[in-house]
């Protein structure tokens, strides 16, 4: 029973473990060891908790022994059980909130207008869901003073209704919706159940309930910060360089709809990227200015440079238009250009018998080279010589199909409407076609590959596409406000907004812990 000094190497120093050095055994425990009870007399561990109300004697509360043998002990019976620790934290917390109900009903008694104590009307009883278990609680109800007439008031107060206003606290609320965000309302429930919290009533409904809930405080933060309400003020944004894709998610009533559009983005502010942004919008409480709200809430003032990047679609690209107070440059992005210039490299080579590639192994050389060059065309910017290019090459493919007649006549088709698809692409978005290379070299981002990443992780994890899941608009759109807020770190300060003492310093973690 020695406290064991050992010298610890680098690599469990690094452990973030306290070296606790045993206690000294009393004489008459090492006396009892050396006799032959040891064998049959178990160790015992009481736990008590002790109130020290203001100024007054302590109360103990009995919380619970556990007992383990001496000698006879396995590697199962080493510390504390997962279940153990559970029901001691339930009977710490059962103690705790009684005491505080207590204690606050009864500094709600006295009058505020003339000190008489008010007069008890009945008991009621409570429900609160804790991160520990779900409680019933009794706590009095007090009649109105009658030193005073007003009749809109209340008759009768309740004081435990007070303090626990909602029947789940914050940090259940916050847990229940980080764990929906992170994943399937199921899984959450199973895992909640598996790490020992099975009487915390975490039914996957109830956390599909909540995350939404939050989802929905969300985007009232945005809509507030839209009608100049914000709790926040930020720092004004130089730049704000937005780019935005969207995807499609399968709706629930397939009768209604077969699929619905997510859309989804990050912002680059300042020449950082910066937080992502999700919505549904045809989630039917969606209006423009939530995405008002949220530029305003990355700082977005009326000389903020604004651009936005795309893939050439028009409606996105008039969506941010709409909210950006000048008119803001849009640019097409170089990964989607990438895209479309390895199909059209795989479309142009036309299968041929080996017969006659061994006759002619370089017959697609020179279109290959043509989509080099038409590259370079798009790379710089010169949406003119890009167009070339095309005719040039939709005047080779036809050369070929004349040398070749009625050979291959699907892929000739293929390669003909490949070409013609990229050439209205490239035509219609000139204006917005930037010089890559310039771009490039001042440093600035030219790609969305970090947007598609952004669907990746916000949207196409969560809701999953591969696992078959079906989703609806609304319940989509909120959920994935807070999956957004989660990955971007701040859905805390977001929950702090309504919950302002919600994980601050509380007393057990001011002082040092004995
Ligand atoms: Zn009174």
Redesign the pocket.
Known sequence: MQPVARTTSSRRASWPMRQVAAPRVPCRFQYSLASWHWKVTPMNWTIRIELTPDGNPPITYDIGTITRPIADLSPEQIGLTLEEGQQLLRRVQVQMISSQAHAYALCRRP??????P?RIKDARTKCVQTVFGAFRFRGRRYRA????DHPDEFLQDFPLGEIIPRRTTPEVRYLFAELGARMPYRAASRVLKICGFGDMRASHMAIRRHTVAIGRELEAQRLDAADGQAVQVPETAKSLVVGIDDTYVKHREHLVARQFQVTAGRIERNGKLGARFVFVSSNPGWTDSSFDGFLLQQGMKRNTVMRVVTDGDDGLRNFVQRSSPRPMESQLDWFHIGMRLELLRKAVVIPVTYQEYLEDPHAFDPAQRRISRLRDALWRGRSWQALLQFAWLRGDIDRWAAEHPGRCAQSVQRAKQVIKEFRYYVCGNRRSLPDFAKQRAAGQRISTAHVESVMNHLVNHRLSKKQQMRWSPEGAHYLLQVRAELLNGTLTDAYRVANPRFRGPSGFAAQSVH
């Open positions: 009058c505020v207008d003339c000190g008489r008010k003073c009658g030193c005073r």
